[in-house]
């Protein structure tokens, strides 16, 4: 991007901060590849974000959604995007603050008249306190599940026009998976550290564009350098101060780690989201940290900006 242009989408971008919604709504153009935040936040119900969740926009439709967390469900319909234009959900991990949108999304398609299937894709799981991605959408909208009256989604064309059709991807190695992909796009994932959770980063080639989500990870496989290589843009987890100490740093990277895996990744734009208090209000400090390592772009995400690629 221009700088010219990114300093306009700047402006905009601390305006959407101080005015309605309706300023960053307006932010997403009709042709290109785009990249909205539906949620900045974290799991915490003060911080005036929505939980984590982003949207792939091409040529003004919303190709890939990643992540649901809480309220992404109502952003979405902020953004003016038609679930009937989406190819898949994508899961980083299933922790609340990432997943619990999910039922919401499913009932509202019911309306959009959508008649592809949708895939969702998640990782699986090598432990029993997480479910992999097809139990936990069998436990939300499954036979038994919490809302157990969506679960023609999953088996026939009954409920909405379509089905929902579910895939995990492995969490653990070091190999990445690709085997997701279209006329217009490829998606490709590969395992992450975030403590015993298990979790993707995901890398989106579209429109001749690369966008690369972290999800939440404190970068223990070294991996995210190598996989997000040459992007347009990488979108990383902000959860945490550089002096944060003890086992905070078993699930999220540091600002100095951000900057040393941008540089490594010659990515050009890095933009900060999963945003919580103990970040919120040190901006400078965090950009220092980064800019000893990184000299490109840095965007500190808020709902419904939207970004350019």
């Not at 796009?185 to 979790?199: E, R, T």
């Not at 890398?203 to 970068?219: A, E, L, P």
């Amino acid at each position: 991007m221009p700088l010219k242009s990114l300093v306009l989408f700047s402006f905009l971008a601390l305006l959407a901060v101080a005015y309605p919604a309706t300023w960053a709504d307006q932010m997403c153009g009709d042709t290109g590849v785009w990249v909205q935040i539906l949620g900045a936040g974290g799991p915490e119900l003060d911080d005036g974000q929505g939980g984590s969740s982003y949207l792939i926009w091409n040529d003004n439709k919303p190709r890939v959604l990643i992540d649901t967390g809480p309220g992404s469900s109502v952003a979405f319909e902020k953004a003016g995007a038609n679930i009937a234009d989406l190819y898949a959900i994508a899961y980083t991990h299933l922790h609340a603050d990432h997943a619990v949108d999910f039922p919401a999304f499913i009932k509202g398609s019911a309306f959009a008249q959508r008649t592809k299937s949708l895939i969702v894709l998640g990782p699986d799981s090598a432990n029993e306190k997480y479910p992999d991605t097809v139990s936990f959408v069998d436990r939300m909208i499954g036979p038994t599940g919490a809302f157990s009256y969506l679960q023609g989604f999953l088996s026939s064309k009954k409920a909405g026009g379509y089905r929902v059709r579910v895939r995990n991807v492995p969490a653990a190695g070091n190999r990445p998976w690709a085997q997701f992909g279209n006329e217009e796009l490829k998606l490709s994932a590969i395992p992450v550290n975030h403590g015993d959770v298990p979790a993707l980063a995901w890398r989106v080639d579209i429109g001749g564009k690369s966008v690369v989500f972290t999800g939440d990870f404190n970068n223990l496989k070294n991996v995210v350098a190598k996989f997000s290589k040459d992007t347009d843009a990488l979108v990383m987890t902000h959860a945490l101060a550089e002096n944060s100490r003890g086992t905070l740093r078993d699930l999220h990277v540091l600002p100095s780690q951000i900057g040393r895996i941008a540089k490594q990744a010659q990515t050009r734009m890095v933009v900060l989201s999963h945003r919580m208090n103990r970040t919120r209000g040190r901006e400078s400090h965090s950009r220092s940290q980064i800019e000893k390592h990184y000299d490109g772009y840095i965007l500190f995400a808020n709902d419904m900006e939207c970004w350019g690629l």
